[in-house]
């Protein structure tokens, strides 16, 4: 039957706004790339606001098997490469009576000039 | 790196499967799953996905006979849906499929064979504008207490598929309510025009959940679902929720239920109904209900008719 080779399987994705990162939607069969954009169109951006698609062929990805998703459990003793194992220097900051620059204050900082 | 995977027998990989199940964590398509859960969830989805399609055949069936432009571009955005519901949804049954080497080709077959059944509700006639709306109404309201069910499933696909798909059911709802609402706030004609659709589906609505127990058909899957967990409640719960949610709704609308006999026990917090006719369900499995062989024709000749345009497509790669 034509079916078993006629179609190809494409992952999809998509962004809302110009400024947002790429999100897998779903996927979908369709013979080439042309028309996985016209059906990624009719599946999945029926409603939602979208500013880019972006369709990939399955046989395009590398993705990981059962066995290498175990090899990325992080194993819970890293707090030197994360802000919270410096957490304690809020409170010797306070005896300087200063304030700690935090992760909330430090991301505050960009945007425009004042 | 890849010899953890030689090293772990069918046990190790069955008892590592249930803790991931048991913990939430989410099955994928390419993970290690037993044979019962593969060919669990390719019966629940297969059907599920040709429901879907079968299901806006008897709500096309009143797109061109819609009261207004308004209600046609309504309704046909609706039928549009659940033809892409079953789009994705077959996309989740075929990647299941995989190790059979089967493809959406084959669920076809196995629909026109009659292999591949599809919901019982999607058998009987539409035969006024007032079951086009009790359809979207309450038929998805029904369908809406069983997909939000399995929101959580264990099988990733299936339930993020299910999020895209609840999220636009709520659209479904709402538009078979402005229909309804409508009829019933209009004339005598058009309230007893509900009334009749109301009484015609009810038993219908009843035998969509299944039966409490397997003793009443001989067999049921929810066992199998709720251990995986695929579904978390029982086809009962499931039907009392649905009446909880509708039955105050549809008295508030001046209608009457259809079993006059039906009360809520304040004690035993549950609904006491009269048991549907549960033949209706045998029937509509061997494909005898009223409209079951117009709506299979029409797909298969739409099927046969269109594929000169898979044929004309399959030639432009390689
Ligand atoms: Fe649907
Ligand atoms: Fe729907």
């Not at chain 1, 996927?27 to 698609?53: K, Y």
């Not at chain 2, 571009?73 to 519901?85: F, N, R, S, T």
């Not at chain 2, 075929?94 to 629909?111: A, F, N, S």
């Not at chain 2, 499933?153 to 299936?158: E, N």
Request: charged share 30%; glycine share 6%.
């Amino acid at each position: 039957m034509s079916e078993k080779t006629f179609y190809q399987e494409y992952e999809v994705f998509s962004k809302r706004t110009p400024s947002s990162g790429f999100q897998h939607q779903f996927s979908l069969l369709a013979p080439n790339e042309d028309m996985a954009m016209i059906m990624a169109q009719e599946n999945f951006m029926r409603r939602e606001p979208v500013a880019d698609i972006w369709v990939v062929n399955r046989k395009h990805i590398r993705g990981m098997n059962e066995e290498e998703k175990l090899t990325l459990n992080r194993l819970d003793n890293k707090e030197y490469r994360t802000a919270k194992g410096y957490g304690y220097l809020k409170k010797k900051w306070r005896k300087y009576e200063q304030q700690m620059l935090d992760e909330k204050e430090i991301m505050s900082w960009g945007g425009k000039k004042k | 790196m890849t010899n953890l995977a030689l090293a772990a027998t069918e046990e190790e990989k069955m008892e590592r499967f249930m803790e991931k199940i048991e913990k939430g964590i989410k099955i994928e398509a390419d993970d290690w799953m037993p044979e019962e859960y593969r060919t669990t969830l390719i019966k629940l989805i297969s059907m599920h996905g040709m429901s879907e399609i079968m299901g806006a055949l008897p709500e096309k069936e009143w797109v061109p006979k819609a009261p207004s432009l308004h209600r046609k571009l309504g309704i046909m955005a609706k039928v549009q849906d659940e033809m892409g519901h079953g789009q994705l949804l077959l996309r989740v049954a075929e990647d299941l499929l995989k190790p059979y080497g089967k493809t959406r080709g084959d669920l076809m077959q196995d629909l026109f064979t009659g292999k591949l059944k599809f919901h019982n509700v999607f058998h009987a006639e539409t035969r006024t504008w007032g079951d086009a709306g009790l359809i979207g109404w309450l038929v998805d309201g029904a369908a809406i207490i069983t997909q939000t069910d399995m929101l959580n499933a264990s099988y990733g696909p299936y339930a993020r598929a299910l999020h895209r798909i609840c999220a636009e059911e709520v659209f479904h709802a709402q538009h078979g309510e402005a229909i309804i609402m409508a009829l019933a706030e209009g004339t005598d004609e058009q309230r007893a025009m509900i009334q009749d659709a109301l009484n015609r589906w009810w038993n219908s609505l009843l035998v969509f959940f299944g039966p409490a127990a397997k003793e009443t058909l001989g067999t049921s899957k929810q066992d199998v679902t709720i251990k995986y967990k695929i579904r978390t409640k029982t086809n009962e719960q499931l039907r009392q929720d649905f009446f909880t949610k509708y039955v105050p709704r549809i008295l508030s609308l001046g209608l009457e239920l259809p079993d006059k006999t039906m009360h809520y026990n304040e004690e035993k917090e549950v609904w006491v109904y009269q048991e549907p006719d549960w033949s209706e369900l045998k029937a509509v499995a061997r494909n005898e209900g009223a409209r079951s062989q117009a709506r299979l024709n029409l797909r298969r000749t739409s099927y046969q008719t269109n594929a000169w345009v898979r044929d004309a497509l399959a030639a432009t790669i390689s």
